[in-house]
């Protein structure tokens, strides 16, 4: 069965692309909107708990 966190780390990165391939605003050295920082906010935020937790269950 997927990981639950690791599908919403992804999906918050798809949204992030998604949003950034039509943002004028957002390039690629970051978002500058918004919308397009509240995205990557939360990318950033589920990116680092899935990867604390791989780390976590590696050092077990």
Known sequence: ???DLYQRYQA???AFQAHAT???SCTRSGPDCPAGQRLFEAFARLQDAYLTRLNQRRKR
């Open 22 to 24: 039509s943002c004028a």
């Open 1 to 3: 069965m997927p990981d």
């Open 12 to 14: 918050a990165h798809r």
